[in-house]
Each structure stands twice: as C-alpha cells, then as structure tokens.
Nanobody, 122 residues
C-alpha cells in the first residue's frame, strides 16, 4: 500500500532553516510528480512546492519562492524540501503527495502521511 512518511520538522527561530524529507513506498515514485503541502491551524491545506518526475521543472507558491527548494532522489524514493529564511507564517504541518503531472498537484489524492510539524518561533 502507499506510504508517505514525512520527517525533519521541528522548532526553529525566524530566519532559520530546516530540511524536510518524505520517504515513500507502494507506488511508482520515479514516474510521479511530487509535491509538498502545508496546513496551518484553521487554514486549508495548500501546495507550496512541486517537482516533476525527472526534476526538470519545479514550481513554488509565491509565499515561499526564493526561500524553499524542492528536490528528489528517485533511487531512494524520497522527496526533500529545503526551507530557509523561515518566517512565523511558515508554521504548519507539512505533507508530501503525488500526482501524474506537476500541474495536477493542486488537486492531490486523498492518501496522506502523518505530516511533520514545523514551528517558527522565537
């Protein structure tokens, strides 16, 4: 079955950095576009970054552009999110998911991992 296991979150001060990982299994990772999403308290889950299966194309939400970098390792079936210059408004639970194309990531499937909490606070 599909498994998505996010890790790497934590408490960080404003301006700090974190690197999130999402280890996957149960589907053909190397042919899927991958996305990172986040959900803050009281808000809807939003797509923050996406990457095509071969890493040729990446996309970012305006709010994180220039601060976040998505990458993937198809051999390890893992997708990463490097986050820098973190702000309090980045505080959320972060999740990964997949679709057939990067343009479809805004409509993810219903399978989700447990997420990893990122808290940006002084």
């Amino acid at each position: 079955q599909v498994q998505l296991v996010e890790s790497g979150g934590g408490l960080v001060q404003p301006g700090g950095s974190l690197r999130l990982s999402c280890a996957t299994s149960g589907f053909a990772f190397s042919i899927k576009a991958m996305g990172w999403y986040r959900q803050a308290p009281g808000k809807q889950r939003e797509l923050v970054a996406g990457i095509t299966n071969g890493s040729r194309t990446t996309k970012y939400a305006e709010s994180v552009k220039g601060r976040y970098t998505i990458s993937r390792d198809n051999a390890k079936k893992t997708v990463y999110l490097q986050m820098t210059n973190l702000k309090s408004e980045d505080t959320a639970v972060y999740y990964c998911n997949f679709k057939n194309s990067i343009n479809s990531l805004s409509d993810p499937d219903g399978i989700w991992g447990q997420g990893t909490q990122v808290t940006v606070s002084s």
